[in-house]
């Protein structure tokens, strides 16, 4: 009868986690964000595992001060210099333009499926409550750092555009011309943050000035630097070569 019992448990939990992506996306596109291949079935089992069995809010592991450690730049570590690996002619030339002003024109756009569409300044951000988290970096090539961050919560800029019930997801976009999105679940987590400093100071341009992106409950490669419009979705989006899936990275990576 016990083995029975167990044998139950697991076909419920393999059931469960099978159907958990049009359970926990209701409402979203009919094909999940990472489909089409044997290995983008097994993201999205990973997807679905996570979602079904972790708290929403289960935080990521916060640190000490005495605990932070150097923090390599990768990728584009300036978008207005044409030799950067993902350099975007139109995207460069705005970040140039930026970068010479000191950033004081710049502006991050919300929009989508908000009530309130905005545009915020980064002395707009800097008004509002801030968040101070110390957290591990984890990258997807191997290597891990610590680092302090400061900045708004993802969550209070969404809501003071004013997220409509239908948003499912949020998409990133960059200077260096990259796309790409994470759910509400994470978008909607306190330790999601829109980074503007980085270990008590303002954020430099190699880790993304003005504004990063900080999803601390996903690999690196999900942080992305240099943004300057946030689009707020009912359905999942996929940019195509601009974002991960067609360059087989995972769209979901969570640690």
């Known amino acids: 009868m016990a083995g029975n019992k167990v044998l139950l448990s697991r076909r419920a939990l393999i059931g469960g986690l099978a159907s958990t992506g049009g359970l926990v996306l209701a409402g979203c596109s009919s094909e999940q964000p990472t489909y089409g291949s044997l290995l983008r079935m097994g993201d999205n089992f990973t997807y679905g595992a996570q979602r079904l069995l972790l708290p929403a809010k289960a935080l990521a592991r916060e640190y000490d001060r005495s605990a932070i450690s150097s923090m390599p730049a990768i990728g584009t570590v300036d978008p207005s210099r044409a030799d950067s690996e993902f350099y975007n002619p139109e995207g460069g030339a705005a970040y140039a333009a930026l970068k010479r002003g000191g950033f004081a024109d710049w502006r ?4 989508g499926s908000v009530a309130r569409p905005s545009a915020f300044a980064l002395a707009d951000l800097q008004r509002m409550a801030s968040r101070t988290q110390i957290t591990k970096h984890m990258c997807e090539e191997g290597w891990s750092s610590i680092a302090e961050w400061t900045g708004v919560p993802l969550r209070t800029v969404l809501e003071a555009a004013g997220i409509r019930p239908s948003a ?10 990259i796309i790409d999105s994470i759910d509400m679940v994470d978008a909607l987590h306190p330790q999601t943050l829109l980074a503007y400093g980085m270990n008590g100071r303002a954020l430099p341009i190699s880790h993304g000035a003005p504004v990063r992106l900080r999803v601390e409950r996903q690999l690196g490669y999900k942080s992305m630097k240099f943004l300057h419009r ?16 067609a360059g087989g990275w995972a769209w979901y990576v969570g640690v």
């Not at 991050?108 to 929009?111: E, G």
């Not at 997801?169 to 011309?177: C, I």
């Open 108 to 111: 991050l756009r919300v929009d």
């Open 230 to 245: 946030i689009e707020v979705t009912d359905q999942f989006v996929d940019p195509g070569t601009a974002g991960p899936i």
């Open 168 to 177: 499912r997801y949020v998409q990133f976009h960059t200077f260096d011309g």
